[in-house]
Every structure is written in structure tokens, then in C-alpha cells.
């Protein structure tokens, strides 16, 4: 218990302090898992959109297999990308290996399935009249895709909030293509874990509640998005 | 529709401020001249490295990025060719290592020291013993009457390997019965033992951050199996062309120079020392598993 209360008081103090290691950690874990699902969204949103419009063979086969890939446990997205990038796979040449671009990488895999099942679901969701609707009022090919994007834009924001969740809080994948160094690749979750892993549990509490507040943060902003105009 | 102009413009901008930062940081983050060095949490965690590296990294203009690791995973980094010199506790690994021509001129840095810890009650009766091998036995006597548990790391790392030589010293094969595998790190499998008041065999540096919160104690200690020495090895620029092997000699040369040898036998941890340093004591250094200490000293000392 003495350890809770502790890294509560220490976490309020890392903040108050401006501690320049503590920054660095929080921004690198924003802008790791930050671009990661921005990236993913950019690429699954609309592949999603496109999956769960279109009839097509093996249509739910391949949704069933996004649905699959949703549960794949970070850490071994974080394997797949480290053999990949490792000096001795594939992708040796970029050197990315222990690189917070390789985090980017790996985080990017395991979001992708996330907010493209999500966004699978949400459009799925859509009610056939509002489509119908839009055609009948001469909507074309992309403003019938507009329609069905602002339709379906809470399910969405929801994506990008739960993939956000997941990358940020994760931390198999992140550490072991990141390598956990120290003003480089050291994120929260990494910290916590070696925190933890130097018996200084305060510390780590601390960390963690820093976390929980960014995440706070960033989904407060997500949501106002989300409910914005609704009524 | 014309709403949606100005927001496709906003994600416009947003979208290529995002692609261009991640360029941009990629092409940052592969010029940052570096030495990656893979090493185990036992050396990474007692806080030494941190005290080591700073004095190197400024004499030479380059970031030593240290991943910490397990044993067994810091080698198997170092076999890909994704490190350029390690630091670990497992002769036989290290050897292995060596012998297939990943790494070369292995030479010995320092030692810690292993103890058994278990609960106050010491049900095996193995306080104050310095024969590890007998403690072992007693232990397994004990758990085959259902008194005591063993918990191992589990997990192939330095500790583990030095735990399964033991055993097998002793002759003994762990039964399942009172032999349980954490597969965890060191602090985890302290605190596990703690909550099981299980005996488990601990580097003491790792002890030393827990032992304030659990109630198990030292019961054995000072056998000399018990010595932990740690080797450093550059990996073989002749097996992977990728890596900076200069910098991977010049480091090893900061760690066996006089002064850094200085530093590790001053460095302190709850007012203990955790590390004594051996690199020019030739004959210890021999009796703990490095026989060519005086060659691969001399070799250092002509790069």
C-alpha cells in the first residue's frame, strides 16, 4: 500500500517538477503510439470502409480474419517487426532495429486490424435507408462515401480511441524492438516495467499514473470530437 | 458537401505534417552515431551502467545504447548482428558464443556473487552453510518430504544456467513436486519466492533492491561456485560486416582500463558493493573461467 500512496505523491511531484527525463518519456510514448494509430487510421479507415461496402468472395472470410488479427498479442507483432528489421531479416538495410521508428512500426501492425474491424463494424451499422436515401438525392460515388463516413464518424473516433488505448499501454512489442533504451526508446510503459523490475514500485506507480493522465488527456480531446454536434 | 472543404484541408495539413515528422525523425534517428551494447537486467538494473557509460559516450562522441536483457536473449540479439559487443554472466553461452564465431577476445571484466534466499523458517536447514552443493541437496531432501519449494527462474538466463549446474553438481533431477519455473526476471521471481516462502538463487545486486520489501533472507552465501563473473565480448566484424567494431574494441578497452576498473569496485548500492572488478588480476581471472585473460589483456592493450 505504502508504495501506492507513494507513486501517487511522486507522480503529482515528476509533473510539478517538470523533470526533463519524465517529459521526454511521455512525449516519445505520445508521439510513437500517436503516429502509429494516425498511420494505421489513414490506411484501415478506408480499407475498412471499403471491405465492409463491398460484396465481394471471401468478403467474410477476410472480415473474419480482421476480427482474428484484433486479438493478436502485441508482442508478437512486436517479434514479426524485429525479425523483419533484425540485421539478419529482410529489412536489415533500413536499420531500424532499436529505433523508436521500429516502435512506429510495430505498433502500426497491431493497430491496423483494431480500428479496421472497428470500422468494419461501424459502417456495417449504417442503415441501408440512409445509403438509399443519398442515392436517391443524386449523391455520387464520393459523397455517398462522405455520407457513410460522417455517419458512422462516433464508431470511428471509437476506433482511433481503443487502438490509441492499446498502443499506448502496451508494452511486449515496444520493448523489444525499441529496446528499452534509456533518452531514445524509452517509453512509459518501458519505464514502468524496469521501475518495477528495480523493485522501486513507487517509481513505477508513478509512471503509470502519468500515463493514465495522458491517455486522460488525449481521449478527453477524442471524445469532444466524437460528440461534437450530436444531439 | 462544400462543409467538408475546409476539414479535408485541416486533415491535409495534419496528414503531411505527421508523414513528413516521421521522415524526418527516421532519417534523425539512423544518423545518431551509436555502439549498442546487449547486456543482462542483473547488470543493467544495479544502476552501474548508467554510472559507467556517461565518461564514454563523451570521450568518444557517440550514445551507448544498452539493451538489457536476459542472457540467453542479449546473446541471441548479438548473433543476429544486432549489437555490437555484449556484456553477460553465462560462461557457457559466452563460449558457445565464441567458439562458432560470433563474438571474439572474450575477456573477463568483474564478478557479483549468487546467494540462496528462502523463508526465516528455513524448513531445509541450510542457514549459514557455504557448501552450495550440500545446500542443493538439502533443499531437494526437504522438498521430496513436501516441506520446501524451489522456485527457478526458468527463463535460461545467466542465474538459471548457474542454477541447472548446481543441480546437476549435486546429481540431482528437480521434481516437479517441489520445483516450480517462474520464467520470469530476477525481481519478479524474488517476490513470487517471497510469496510462496519458496528458496530461490538470487544475484545479489537484484536481492539487494528487494530485500527491503520481502521477508526472506540470505541463508546461503560464499561458496566460490557462487562467483558470477561477467565477460565482455565484441562481436565478430568477420560474421557481421554490420557492426561498429572499433568502437565495440575501444569500449571494451574503457572497461578494463585501470580507472573504469576503479569505478565498478567503488560503485555501491544500499551501501554494499556489488561488483569487484578483475580484468588485471590475471590468476582470479583464470580460476574463474577466462584462460586466456593475459593474452586477450595484452591484445586490448595493442589495439
Request: hydrophobic share 45%.
Amino acid at each position: 500500500m505504502n508504495s501506492i500512496t507513494e507513486g501517487l505523491w511522486k507522480a503529482i511531484e515528476l509533473l510539478l517538477r517538470l523533470d526533463p527525463e519524465v517529459f521526454g518519456i511521455m512525449f516519445l510514448s505520445l508521439r510513437v503510439s500517436g503516429t502509429a494509430v494516425f498511420l494505421a487510421a489513414l490506411l484501415a479507415i478506408p480499407l475498412g470502409a471499403f471491405i465492409a461496402l463491398r460484396e465481394f468472395k471471401g468478403n467474410h472470410l477476410i472480415i473474419n480474419i480482421i476480427y482474428t488479427l484484433m486479438g493478436l498479442p502485441p508482442v508478437v507483432a512486436g517479434l514479426f517487426v524485429y525479425l523483419l528489421l533484425s540485421s539478419s531479416g529482410p529489412l536489415a538495410p533500413l536499420s531500424l532495429l532499436f529505433t523508436p521508428t521500429a516502435m512506429i512500426f510495430a505498433q502500426f501492425i497491431m493497430a491496423v486490424p483494431i480500428v479496421m474491424g472497428i470500422t468494419i463494424s461501424a459502417v456495417k451499422a449504417v442503415p441501408k435507408d440512409v445509403v438509399d436515401t443519398a442515392i436517391s438525392l443524386g449523391a455520387n460515388r464520393r459523397q455517398l462515401v462522405l455520407v457513410i463516413l460522417s455517419e458512422t464518424r462516433i464508431g470511428l473516433i471509437a476506433a482511433i480511441i481503443t487502438s490509441f488505448g492499446a498502443a499506448i499501454s502496451e508494452v511486449g512489442a515496444i520493448m523489444l524492438v525499441g529496446g528499452n533504451i534509456r533518452f531514445f526508446t524509452r517509453v512509459l510503459t518501458g519505464s514502468v516495467v524496469l521501475y518495477t523490475r528495480m523493485g522501486e514500485y513507487g517509481m513505477a506507480i508513478a509512471l503509470g499514473v502519468i500515463l493514465l493522465i495522458l491517455a486522460f488527456i488525449i481521449n478527453s480531446v477524442l471524445t469532444y470530437i466524437q460528440m461534437r454536434d450530436t444531439t | 458537401m462544400e462543409v467538408f472543404k475546409k476539414q479535408r484541408t485541416i486533415a491535409v495539413i495534419i496528414t503531411a505534417i505527421i508523414v513528413l515528422s516521421t521522415i524526418g525523425w527516421y532519417v534523425w534517428d539512423t544518423n545518431r552515431e551509436r555502439l549498442i551494447l546487449a547486456t543482462t537486467t542483473s547488470t543493467y538494473d544495479s544502476g552501474l551502467l548508467d554510472e559507467l557509460v556517461p565518461k564514454f559516450e563523451s570521450q568518444y562522441h557517440v550514445y551507448v545504447d544498452i539493451i538489457s536483457v536476459g542472457t540467453g536473449q542479449a546473446i541471441a540479439t548479438a548473433e543476429a548482428g544486432d549489437a555490437d559487443v555484449v556484456l553477460v554472466h553465462s560462461k557457457s553461452a559466452e563460449l558457445a558464443f565464441v567458439n562458432v564465431g560470433h563474438g571474439y577476445h572474450r575477456i573477463g571484466v568483474m564478478y557479483n556473487d549468487f546467494v540462496i534466499v528462502g523463508p526465516t523458517t528455513d524448513p531445509a536447514n541450510i542457514r549459514g552453510l557455504s557448501n552450495v552443493t550440500e545446500a542443493f541437496i538439502r533443499i531437494s531432501n526437504c522438498g521430496n518430504q513436501g516441506e520446501c519449494v524451489f522456485l527457478s527462474r526458468g527463463d535460461n538466463s545467466g542465474t538459471h544456467n548457474k542454477e541447472v549446474s548446481v543441480w546437476t553438481d549435486a546429481g540431482i533431477e528437480p521434481s516437479a513436486d517441489w520445483y516450480l519455473e517462474a520464467g520470469q526476471g530476477m525481481g519478479t521471481t524474488i517476490q513470487m519466492a517471497n510469496e510462496e516462502q519458496a528458496y530461490t538463487l538470487a544475484d545479489r545486486g537484484t536481492w539487494l533492491s528487494y530485500k527491503t520489501d520481502v521477508t526472506l533472507e540470505v541463508l546461503t552465501e560464499g561458496d566460490l561456485i557462487l562467483l558470477n563473473p561477467y565477460g565482455v565480448i565484441p562481436v565478430n566484424p568477420e560474421k557481421h560486416s554490420n557492426v561498429k567494431n572499433q568502437l565495440a574494441i575501444k569500449f571494451v578497452q574503457y572497461l578494463i582500463s585501470t580507472e573504469t576498473q576503479q569505478m565498478i569496485g567503488d560503485f555501491k548500492k544500499e551501501g554494499e558493493v556489488l561488483f569487484k572488478p578483475i580484468a588485471r588480476d590475471v590468476s582470479q581471472c583464470i580460476s574463474l573461467g577466462f584462460p586466456n585473460q593475459a593474452q586477450e589483456l595484452s591484445w586490448y592493450d595493442s589495439q
